[in-house]
């Protein structure tokens, strides 16, 4: 098992949103700032339910996924 | 015409016996909205014009003896993300309605007109479908006509409202994480979320390619049939489009539940809701025969998944918006879709991978079982500009908390059916009938057993 992965504070949240919008040229006004770190938050905490699953190495996604069944 | 509107598959009967011409329904459905829509917020754009002479050009073609499909005369409405012809295609947004008009209706929109069905308008819907409340901040909400003070649910709010409120007997939305299932849950409608790559999604704005679904929404699941059966077909201008045949469910409704093994999802989906959502799964799971408790593994991560994809692929989508723009948007989208763009790819990358995982595992339910049941929603309606649930004691947003239990499964595409429940004297609530993959006659058949038996219905339109 990895070690868990470490907390994420809300400061560092509106750092990283801050960077991505300046990267993707989005001007971020100070008014928006909390929100969108408080989205971001949400969104890490969903990911690391994820990132915490253990998948196989050769467990790949679909290009175009495309439920399948056979009865 | 006057008193309760017609379902469309009486429409249908009353123009074939000659009872009813396709002007007179239309000219109906047009008053109910002259009537109504000032209160209830559900179209953002009437093509009555256009409507009526198509009305008369139907009644023109079968004064000639022609035949003029299986929806002929039937009004509906979509979700002011499909293409019209002439309009912007708006997608909830201020910005959009800058864009050229449409050049021609989308896939869905001019296969039901080709059946006969008769296009009224577009309908009020969430900023960009990133939404489950129905609220709209460039248009206003959409009311739910069971109590106008209560969300219609989203992000199809005006494909509900519009239905719940009789205007039309059809209505079409889009169901990324839930948003047909969360509105027919929360206005009392019957909604059909096909299988992923069922229908072509061709001539509709896009929000998260990899979860979006177009479908139906009506007051019984006859009308839920008869449109779903006249949008199928392959369309090569829809890249996610599966090769499938066209299947039709209509003649498969009445086939009762001989042979169907029905069971109650457990886990995830017994909790986090308010008692009504498993009363409602229990009063169908009582009529439907169900017993069993399944546990879909891993749901809550599921959920997850499709949270992360949907943020990313949401804020990818719009970054160019975003950066233009970024005053225009709703600012509840516009949170959500900056945070978006804070998230590494490879976050995305294992959801997809995890995707994979989890559809093989609930694959393997569906060799025990044709039909899971769950609830639609957490909670009815709650009323217009609320912003928490209360869910087993805990206080939690709404906006994402409305979709739990429809996440796990359009996560992976299986296709649903959202009927609706009454428990007690309050509002409705919804509970989802979930089949596999590629078998929306199922869903179909289990949802017109229960809508038989009085145990859900609609309650608004006249069946004949």
Known sequence: ?71 | MSGAPLSATAIVAALRAGRLSARAVVEDSLGRIRAQDATINAFTDVVAERALARADALDAARARGEETGPLSGVPFAVKNLFDIAGLPTRAGSLINRGRAPAARDGFLVRRLEAAGAVLLGGLNMGEYAYDFTGENAHDGPSRNPRDIAHMAGGSSGGSGAAVAAGMVPLALGSDTNGSIRVPSSLCGLFGLKPTYGRLSREGSFPFVSSLDHLGPMAGSVADLALSYDAMQGPDAEDPMQAPRPIEPTLPELEKGLGGLRIAVAGGHFARGGEPVAQQAVALAAQALGASRVVDIPEAARARAAAYVITAAEGAALHAERLRARPQDFDPDVRDRLIGGLAIPAGWVARAQRFRRWYQARVMALFQEVELILAPATPARAPLLGQKTLVLEGQTVPLRPNLGIYTQPVSFIGLPVVAVPLWPDAGLPIGVQIIAPPWREDLALRAARALERDGVARCGVFQAG
């Not at chain 1, 400061?11 to 040229?25: D, P």
């Not at chain 1, 905490?45 to 996604?61: C, H, I, N, S, T």
Request: glycine share 2%.
């Open chain 1, 1 to 71: 098992m990895t070690e868990p992965l470490p907390p994420v504070t809300e400061e560092e949240a509106r750092a990283a949103v801050a960077l991505a919008a300046r990267l993707a040229g989005v001007p971020l006004r100070e008014e928006w700032q909390a929100a969108a770190a408080t989205s971001y938050l949400a969104t890490v905490a969903a990911a690391r339910l994820v990132l915490d699953f253990p998948l196989e190495d050769e467990a790949e996604y679909a290009p175009v996924f495309r439920p399948v069944f056979r009865a």
